[in-house]
Structures are given as structure tokens and as C-alpha cells.
């Protein structure tokens, strides 16, 4: 049997007659006696403990395992599916199920043995930051279930690989090496990662190779990721980052236009940092910049032609050659002294020409233009638009004091509000017209240096307030509609044109009532002012002065009576006798307070 090759330290019975037992006669010693001796030769085990025991055999299905008992224990391979490098003669730890079944056979079992060391085991490697290994056993929903000395741990799919894991079931049935990352002792939950073995080893390589890294040092690498800010580029064993602007000298807009996945390209470094092991790299440095090739002889006036790569509110980057720009100003797009935005000129792909306004080798900057392809519109303005020309124009927005204007595109002008109508007070353009509306205009002045034209609009007509002055003469009575009320008075739109104001005290109508808006009256014209266009009208003088004149001297003039009250005060004072000079101390009062 089995059992005696592991048979140690055995001592002979001093009594025991060895010539009897070969005889078949062995009556000084009893069978219990030889039962007894035996049992000593074999290690004391009880059930329900872990001893330790000796692979003695291998196969598929089983592993016999001695542990110095009368017989073997024999336990099935799966148990040992962690271990596949278990090897005849490797000590192992079994646990004791029975000394004996049925059949009188041994029942060990290494699971259990594993089982009751587990959380111990699990526990110092969590610890300790050890490497231990587990067999993958199943797919599970997020990763894999891997049996860890016996206790089945979760590994999840973005534990597996630095790299995303497309295809899971590539890993079921491998034992792999793993770190302990996470233990729930309450629900007794363990978390492994295969991934954190790896980024260890990568974070000790990246260090080395950072360690000797430079500046301006050339490298070969390959394309390992590729995203729409840049290219990450695989140096050996530490990836760098070539940002899309250091791809090429020109405009890029997606990355593929330069460079493919794992294709091998030359880089160099521009800058990195040790202890955020970040590398930035360089592809369009290995070549030379474009600036320097630029053609010598160009100069500022030059006529330049190139595409839109870029365009902002602000203006456009037009490309006259790989990697070599100029940029329009919106105000250099067009003559017009509107505010507008690029888009309105220009958008991205369009093919333009336009003018070198500044040339800066040294700083590599441009600036073009392409309004100056188009004759400036002042130059020539005392010809297309003298003083007393008449033109339509755009109204483009307004102002509190006026309009302004485009007669074309880049040539203004202002409308003041005094300019707009001979006769309206007009409170604000708004009432006049409206934004984009056309409207006539008169050219008043010109200032060509600082780019203004001088409009008026009501100057296309005759100035009303010369026949005014000849219609409405103080005194002159005409007949006129109350068309707004005011607290101050009533403005009073007259029959032969032109409004008038009348204070309240002077719509007092002859009843002693006041008078309403829209009623028509006869009025008389106290003052008028032609420069400050104003008529200051009366009602109550239309009826008050013609009670204190004399019959013989009454009547109805609507023509012009300059200074018409003073012949009244004369004839009343000489058809009265000195008692009667109270009266004309009335009237004379009257006329000097304005009644």
C-alpha cells in the first residue's frame, strides 16, 4: 500500500519473534498488538480540520492527495481549476470531511480547506497590495466572476484591460493575476482588477521613459487613438498627445486628413511633465514653416488670392497658401460705416482676392482687405453728390436729433430732425417714417474728411413760413380747428396752412365757455415768429376788442392791420371826455396784459 513508502521513524517490538511470523506462528504477538503498531506509524487527524497534504497523483477528473493517513483522499480537479500549474508532489491544504465513508475511503476536500482561510487570505492580500491569482469562471452581467481562493470575486469589465474589452467571453476559463481593490466584509463582497497589475507596470515603464526624455528629441511612435482635439500616439510603452494644431501648418478640421490609426510616424517632443507623466508632441515641427518659404517679393498693396478657413464675427483667416494666413477685417470688406457682421460678406470654402493692407514676416501676421478692390466712394462725392443735389436714400436707423442714411454703400448721411418737415413738430423720426423706408433728400454739406454728409428733406419744398409772414400779420383774424389740447393750451391747425398756440386764457369763447377740441374759430394772430416758426393765436381777442370799439369805427377786417390797436386807443381817447378816462385806462391796461 501506499501508506508505507510515507512510514517514518518506525521502531521494531523488542519481543517480537520474527522466525514465528515467517513460520505462520505469531503467538507472542495478538493481532490488536499489530493493529495498535500500525496505527502509530499514521499521523492523528479528526474531522473538520485543515491539515496539509502531498499531491501524489494527477489526472483529469481527480487529485489524490496523501496526507499521511491509512488511505489517500481523492478530490476532484475542478477544485484546483485556480491552480493550473499544480504539479505531483506540491503541498496543499485539505479539509477533513470524513476519516471513512461508506467504502472506507478517506473524504478530504480542498475547497472548504480554501474556504476557511479565504477571507483571511483576501484580507492580508488587500493589505499587503499583494498579486494573487484567480480562475475566471463566468461572464455576469458589467464582467466576470473569478474564483479567488475559493470565494467567487467580481471583476468588472472596465477592471479587465487598459484597453475597453469588446469581447468578454475570450477570458472565461483563464487564470490571470489580479489585485484586491475592494472588500465588503458585512455582505462579504470582494472586487478585483487584472487592469491595476498592468497600469502599475506601465507606470514604472512611463517613468523610466520619461526619465530620459528631451526636448526637440525626434521619436518614432505609433498612432494608437485618434479624437477630435488630437492624435495620442504610442512611444513605446508611454502614449503622447500631438494637439490637433500641432498636426500641420495649415488649418486641420479632422485629424484623419493627416494621420491613420496605427500608422508609425516621426514626432517630436515639445514639451512633458514628470509627475503627471503628460507628453505633448509635435508632428508639424519636423517640417519647415511656411512663412519661410513665403515669397520674398511680396508687399503690402499686392493683389493676393486664397480660401476662407476660418470666419468670425469679427472677420475671415483666408489661407494664400498651406499654412500661411491673412485676416479680413469686417471693417475692410466693405466701405459701409455699418456695424455688420462677416457672415453677410463672406463664409467658409468661398475663393476671394483681396489687397495686403499690413505685412509682418517677423511675426508671421497679414491683414488684407477686399473693399479697397472697389473705388472708395468719397473720393469723387463733391461730383456725384454736390451741395443741392437731390438723391433717394435708405433709411438705416434712427436717432433722438435725426436719421440716419445710405444714398449707397458706404456713403452716410444725417437727416436732422429740424430738416424733416417746414411745418410738423416732429418729436422723434419714428413718427416720420421708418427703418429701411426710402426717403428724398437734399444734400445741405459735405465733410469729406471726416466722411459726413449733411441732408434735409423739408428743403425740397418751398419754405412755407415766406408766404406765412405775408398771410398771418399780427391782428390778422383767420379761421383755424383746435387739433390737440394740451394743459398749457391748444395747438390750432389754420385754414391757409401752418399751425398756431393758443394759451387757455385765449380760448375763452364769448359765453364765457371754453373752447373744446376739434371746433373752428376765428383767431387773431397776437405774435409771429418766422425764424422760430411760431403763431401765438387768440379767440377772446376776436370778440373782446370789437366790444370796445365805437360803432362808427367797428368793423371786420380779415386783411393785414399793422399795429391796429394803437389807432383804437387814439380814436376811443379822442371821442371821450376826461370823465370818461376811467374807460381808457381799462383798455389800455387790457392791451398791455396781453388780452
Known amino acids: 500500500m501506499s501508506d508505507f513508502n510515507n512510514v517514518k521513524n518506525v521502531q521494531p517490538l523488542a519481543d517480537f519473534n520474527w522466525d514465528e511470523f515467517e513460520n505462520g506462528s505469531s503467538s507472542n504477538v495478538s493481532k490488536q498488538d499489530l493493529e495498535k503498531a500500525y496505527d502509530e506509524t499514521l499521523n492523528k487527524i479528526q474531522e473538520h480540520e485543515v491539515v496539509e497534504g502531498t499531491v501524489i497523483s494527477i489526472d483529469k477528473k481527480e487529485v489524490v492527495v496523501n496526507i499521511g493517513y491509512k488511505s489517500d483522499g481523492i478530490i476532484p480537479a475542478s477544485e484546483f481549476r485556480y491552480n493550473p500549474d499544480l504539479k505531483v508532489g506540491d503541498k496543499v491544504e485539505v479539509y477533513v470531511?470524513?476519516?471513512?465513508?461508506?467504502?472506507?475511503?478517506?473524504?478530504?476536500?480542498?475547497?472548504k480547506a480554501r474556504l476557511s482561510k479565504s477571507w483571511e487570505l483576501i484580507n492580508k492580500a488587500m493589505e499587503n497590495n499583494e498579486v494573487i491569482q484567480g480562475y475566471i469562471k463566468c461572464r455576469t452581467k458589467g464582467g466576470m466572476i473569478v474564483d479567488v481562493f475559493g470565494i467567487e470575486a467580481f471583476l468588472p469589465g472596465s477592471q479587465i484591460d487598459v484597453h475597453p474589452i469588446r469581447d468578454y467571453d475570450m477570458f472565461v476559463g483563464k487564470t490571470m493575476e489580479f489585485k484586491v481593490v475592494k472588500i465588503n466584509q458585512e455582505f462579504r463582497n470582494v472586487v478585483v482588477s487584472h487592469k491595476a497589475l498592468i497600469e502599475a507596470e506601465l507606470e514604472?515603464?512611463?517613468r523610466e521613459i520619461i526619465s530620459h526624455l528631451e526636448k526637440g528629441q525626434v521619436l518614432e511612435g505609433t498612432v494608437k487613438n485618434i479624437t477630435s482635439y488630437g492624435v495620442f500616439v504610442d512611444l513605446g510603452g508611454v502614449d503622447g498627445l500631438v494637439h490637433i494644431t500641432d498636426l500641420s501648418w495649415g488649418?486641420?478640421?479632422?485629424?484623419h486628413e493627416v494621420v491613420q490609426l496605427d500608422q508609425?510616424?516621426?514626432?517630436?517632443?515639445?514639451?512633458?511633465?514628470?509627475?503627471?507623466?503628460r507628453i505633448a508632441l509635435g508632428l508639424k515641427q519636423l517640417t519647415p514653416h511656411p512663412w519661410d518659404s513665403l515669397?520674398?517679393?511680396?508687399?503690402?498693396?499686392?493683389?493676393?488670392?486664397?480660401?476662407?478657413?476660418?470666419?468670425?464675427?469679427?472677420?475671415?483667416?483666408?489661407?494664400?497658401?498651406?499654412?500661411?494666413?491673412?485676416?479680413?477685417?469686417?471693417s475692410e470688406m466693405s466701405w459701409s460705416q455699418h456695424l455688420r457682421s462677416a457672415q453677410e460678406f463672406l463664409h467658409v470654402g468661398d475663393e476671394v482676392e483681396a489687397v495686403i493692407l499690413s505685412l509682418d514676416r517677423q511675426e508671421r501676421k497679414m491683414s488684407l482687405g477686399i473693399k479697397q478692390l472697389k473705388e472708395d466712394p468719397w473720393e469723387t462725392?463733391?461730383?456725384?453728390?454736390?451741395?443741392?443735389?437731390?438723391?433717394?436714400?435708405?433709411?438705416?436707423?434712427?436717432?433722438?436729433?435725426?436719421?440716419?442714411?445710405e444714398l449707397e454703400e458706404g456713403v452716410d448721411g444725417l437727416i436732422h430732425i429740424s430738416d424733416l418737415s417746414w411745418t410738423k413738430k416732429v418729436k422723434h423720426p419714428s413718427e416720420f417714417t421708418s427703418v429701411g423706408a426710402d426717403i428724398d433728400v437734399v444734400v445741405l454739406d459735405i465733410d469729406k474728411e471726416n466722411r459726413r454728409l449733411s441732408l434735409g428733406h423739408k428743403q425740397l419744398e418751398e419754405n412755407p413760413w415766406d408766404k406765412y409772414e405775408e398771410i398771418y400779420t399780427p391782428g390778422s383774424v383767420h379761421e383755424g380747428k383746435i387739433t390737440e389740447m394740451m394743459d398749457k393750451g391748444a395747438v390750432i391747425t389754420l385754414t391757409e396752412g401752418g399751425e398756431g398756440f393758443a394759451t387757455p386764457k385765449h380760448l375763452t369763447k364769448e359765453d364765457g365757455s371754453q373752447a373744446k377740441l376739434g371746433e373752428v374759430l376765428p383767431f387773431k394772430v397776437i405774435e409771429f415768429n418766422k425764424d422760430s416758426r411760431r403763431i401765438i393765436l387768440s379767440h377772446s381777442r376776436t370778440f373782446e376788442e370789437g366790444k370796445d370799439e365805437p360803432k362808427a369805427t367797428r368793423r371786420h377786417n380779415s386783411g393785414a392791420r399793422k399795429a391796429q390797436d394803437t389807432p383804437v386807443i387814439n380814436n376811443v381817447a379822442a371821442g371821450t371826455s376826461l370823465g370818461d378816462l376811467d374807460v381808457l385806462a381799462k383798455l389800455k391796461a387790457d392791451l398791455e396784459n396781453g388780452k
Open 97 to 111: 470531511e470524513d476519516q471513512e465513508d461508506k467504502k472506507g475511503q478517506l473524504v478530504l476536500s480542498h475547497k
Open 204 to 206: 514604472a515603464q512611463k
Open 251 to 255: 488649418r486641420v478640421s479632422d485629424p
Open 264 to 277: 508609425k510616424i516621426n514626432v517630436v517632443i515639445l514639451d512633458f511633465d514628470e509627475e503627471k507623466k
Open 295 to 330: 515669397d520674398p517679393n511680396l508687399k503690402v498693396g499686392d493683389h493676393v488670392k486664397g480660401k476662407v478657413v476660418v470666419i468670425a464675427d469679427y472677420g475671415a483667416f483666408v489661407e494664400i497658401q498651406p499654412g500661411v494666413e491673412g485676416l479680413i477685417h469686417v
Open 381 to 405: 462725392i463733391e461730383q456725384k453728390y454736390p451741395v443741392g443735389s437731390r438723391h433717394t436714400a435708405k433709411v438705416r436707423n434712427f436717432t433722438n436729433f435725426g436719421i440716419f442714411v
